[in-house]
């Protein structure tokens, strides 16, 4: 079982990349998958998480708006699309399986078993 993430970069405040999460060894059909990230000297942050066929969505708020998952399971990818990046969205990130917890008064994500090793994220002033 391995989940694999790329696309990271360099890229300027502003612009955008799109990250890819590729799975081998299982099929992601069955599996709410979704993006961690940790930047330097900070603890490592649910982004946004996918459910596996509920169409249920996950973003952090420092992401909303900009920030889209999606999933191709013909593929067996998930992608995650980051637009309007900013410095601060400067971290390693990692694809994970990952569960969407929703109570009555407060929504977040944590991850659920297996991790893909990360791809860096460099966005400069």
Do not use: H
């Not at 890819?20 to 490592?44: H, V």
């Not at 980051?82 to 971290?91: G, H, Q, V």
């Amino acid at each position: 079982v391995q989940l694999q993430a790329s696309g990271g970069g360099l890229v300027q405040a502003g612009g955008y990349l799109r990250l890819s999460c590729a799975a081998s060894g299982f099929t992601l059909d069955y599996y709410a998958i979704g993006w961690f990230r940790q930047a330097p000297g900070k603890e490592r942050e649910g982004v946004s998480c996918i459910g596996s066929s509920d169409g249920v969505l996950y973003y952090a708020d420092s992401v909303k708006g900009r920030f889209t998952i999606s999933r191709d399971n013909a593929k067996n990818t998930v992608y995650l699309r980051m637009n309007s990046l900013k410095p601060e969205d400067t971290a390693v990130y990692y694809c994970a399986t990952c569960q969407i917890i929703q109570t009555s008064d407060s929504e977040f994500m944590r991850a659920a078993g297996y991790w893909g090793k990360g791809t860096l994220v460099t966005v400069s002033s």
